[in-house]
């Protein structure tokens, strides 16, 4: 991070200090307007901050704009920000004269040895670590919105009380604000949900929270997804394989995931022995390579696989196709020797280049180093880290460290995709792996006929096909690409006298492999070509009398609403090629 950009919302650092900091100026205008309610926590979150209170009411949208009102007031106060520590009962006695029970908890619940520091400004002071901006007069009060309010148990514990979370976002500049706002809008319409039951994509139901189930529409979608992964892992040299979704205790123990995993794992009991059902498809693939003996020559080994995986979540997280129960992973391991680890990063990347650029998405490439629960030696993570950073380096690409976010077996590189309206989503992700090779004892015969330990490249492209079809709804607000629509063509006959024409092109176009459909009902023309634009049909093909005297075929677009007369051979050409190249 330059100099230049130090004190902007470039930096991260600076980003959460600037929100933190308004929410303390939340609460404080909270207990300015609203003395008796209590204080719980208030920290920084990805886009924005959160506070949450104990309050004999419950918040309002009046009661929001009455706070932003106030806020903007404290930050016209330039108040400053003063930090100062107490020790420990002189802490409990401050918050307790305060009366404010939830600090007092936070106190008691440090440890012995802890530094209990507090924020002043003006007459309000907060338990807090910080760190924060220096006086409230360097946050924008136009630049503060409120947005809603959510319950919350206290400590995320659903035996302790319900508290009430007021989420707001803050931005040095207003229009900043105002873009950001424009951005979530427009995020509503596109909603994946919403577009998903339109469109006959997927639903999810009552009897089976956060497992969906794929319609007619959704499966065309998904099966084209998948269809495309194929093709692609196909030339980029990949064999594909599939491996059972249940399988015995002994195995996650191998692995590590019984340890490290356990509490997102199903489990079930066969024959008096404890199984699970896989929450990711790794261990079976190391399975799948110790099954028979390998050489160095067969080196790299790629390895991928569509398998369907189920993980626990909570109730409180699931989220349409964004957070679901069970999802297909487009996994794949890589087998290689420790002097191809570099090339086969390399490697991974341009896949991710094609496929990305394929549904015109870019990416932030983030570097992940080691979590503190882990497995395995320092100097081995070290130099996972360092084979990570210079292959991305060498390919002309940057990268941001995350401290501490890698997965337990090792180090991970994450592609953080940018969708058409600025949201980003992390769907890519390449991991080194230096441990599970280990625990299998894999092996290859080296060109020196000695026994060797290969090294291991977990990684998804998609991430998850549910979850990049939730992303790519999103993306392309339902409007998919010709080449991926469920629906590529929809033929409209003016009258009954022109169904049999209408069949005709219809069949032409069916038998060249094109998706299509035709709408024969007794409507009005306008009407269907209303409704399908609705279901955002890439193309719409209108035959009236004019049309078959003058042996061609009317063609809309989605993209333009024009129309063209054209023959059906030369549509059919052109539909073609836009299938077959992938565009946009």
Same mark, same amino acid.
């Given at each position: &991070? #330059? ?6 919302? %470039? ?11 308004? #929410?303390?100026?939340?609460? !404080? ?40 009102? =106030? *806020?903007?007031?404290? @930050? ?51 338990? @807090? ?27 995320? +514990? ?20 105002? !873009? ?22 997927? &639903? ?14 959704? *499966? ?65 693939? &190391?399975?799948?390579?110790?099954? !028979?003996?390998? #050489? ?18 909570? #109730? ?9 129960? @069970? ?12 002097? !191809? ?28 180093? &080691? ?42 590189? +994450?592609?953080?995709?940018?969708d058409s309206i600025g949201r980003t989503w992390q769907c890519g992700t390449i991991q080194l792996d230096m441990q599970l090779p280990e625990r299998f004892e894999l092996e290859y015969t080296g060109a020196d006929g000695e026994k060797h ?40 006959? *003016? ?5 049999? @024409? ?17 709408? %024969? ?40 609403? =024009? ?14 090629y836009e299938v077959e190249n992938k565009l946009k």
């Amino acid at each position: &991070m #330059s100099e230049d950009n130090k004190y902007t919302f %470039e930096n991260k650092e600076y980003r959460d200090t600037y929100r933190h900091t308004v #929410s303390h100026i939340l609460a !404080q205008a909270v207990k300015r307007l609203y003395p008796e309610v209590k204080l719980a926590i208030g920290p920084s979150i990805d886009n924005g901050f959160y506070y949450d209170f104990d309050a004999p009411f419950s918040f309002t949208q009046e009661h929001l704009d009455a706070l932003e009102a =106030e *806020m903007r007031k404290i @930050c016209k106060e330039k108040e400053k920000l003063e930090r100062f520590e107490l020790p420990r009962a002189e802490a409990i006695k401050f918050m307790e004269e305060r009366e404010e029970p939830y600090k007092v908890e936070l106190i008691n619940d440090l440890p012995e040895d802890a530094t209990i520091s507090f924020y002043k400004q003006g007459e309000f002071t907060d338990l @807090c670590a910080g760190p924060h901006l220096d006086s409230t007069g360097r946050v924008k009060g136009n630049g503060i919105k409120l947005m809603n309010v959510t319950g919350a148990y206290w400590r995320g +514990d659903s035996s302790k009380k319900m508290l009430q979370r007021i989420y707001g976002t803050a931005f040095p500049k207003k229009d900043e604000l105002d !873009q950001y706002l424009n951005m979530l809008e427009e995020a509503k319409k596109r909603d994946h949900r919403k577009l998903g039951k339109e469109l006959g994509l997927f &639903m999810l139901t009552e009897e089976g929270p956060g497992f969906p189930f794929f319609l007619p529409n959704g *499966m065309t979608l998904k099966n084209t997804l998948i269809d495309y992964w194929r093709e692609v892992h196909k030339r980029y040299g990949y064999v594909e394989v599939s491996t059972p979704m249940i399988l015995n205790r002994k195995l996650w123990e191998r692995s590590g995931h019984w340890d490290h995993y356990k509490q997102n794992m199903y489990t079930t009991v066969i024959d008096d022995e404890d199984y699970a059902i896989k929450p990711m498809n790794c261990p079976g693939g &190391m399975l799948v390579y110790k099954a !028979q003996p390998h #050489s160095y020559k067969e080196l790299p080994l790629r390895v991928g696989e569509l398998g369907l995986v189920h993980r626990h979540e909570l #109730s409180g997280a699931l989220h349409g196709l964004f957070r679901v129960r @069970c999802f297909t992973q487009d996994d794949a391991h890589i087998f290689m020797t420790w002097d !191809q680890m570099k090339d086969e990063i390399k490697n991974v990347v341009r896949l991710f280049d094609e496929v990305y650029s394929t549904f015109g998405l870019t990416y932030q490439i983030e570097l992940s180093t &080691m979590p503190e629960d882990h497995m395995g030696d320092l100097k081995d993570w070290q130099f996972a880290e360092k084979t990570l950073a210079e292959a991305i380096t060498e390919i002309g690409k940057d990268y941001v460290v995350n401290e501490g976010d890698g997965a337990f077996y090792g180090p991970k590189l +994450d592609f953080h995709l940018a969708d058409s309206i600025g949201r980003t989503w992390q769907c890519g992700t390449i991991q080194l792996d230096m441990q599970l090779p280990e625990r299998f004892e894999l092996e290859y015969t080296g060109a020196d006929g000695e026994k060797h330990r290969p090294v291991m490249i977990h990684r998804v492209v998609l991430g998850s096909i549910e979850r990049f079809i939730g992303v790519i709804t999103e993306h392309f607000a339902g409007a998919f690409p010709t080449w991926l629509a469920p629906e590529q063509v929809r033929v409209m006959p *003016m009258t009954d006298r022109n169904i049999p @024409c209408a069949q005709e092109v219809v069949k032409q176009l069916t038998d060249k492999g094109f998706r299509v459909t035709m709408d %024969e009902r007794n409507e009005k023309i306008g009407y269907k070509i209303r409704e399908a634009q609705v279901h955002k049909v890439p193309y719409m093909i209108v035959i009236g009398d004019k049309d078959e005297e003058k042996g061609v075929i009317s063609v809309r677009t989605r993209k333009t609403g =024009e129309t063209t007369a054209m023959e059906t051979g030369e549509f059919i050409e052109k539909l073609a090629y836009e299938v077959e190249n992938k565009l946009k």
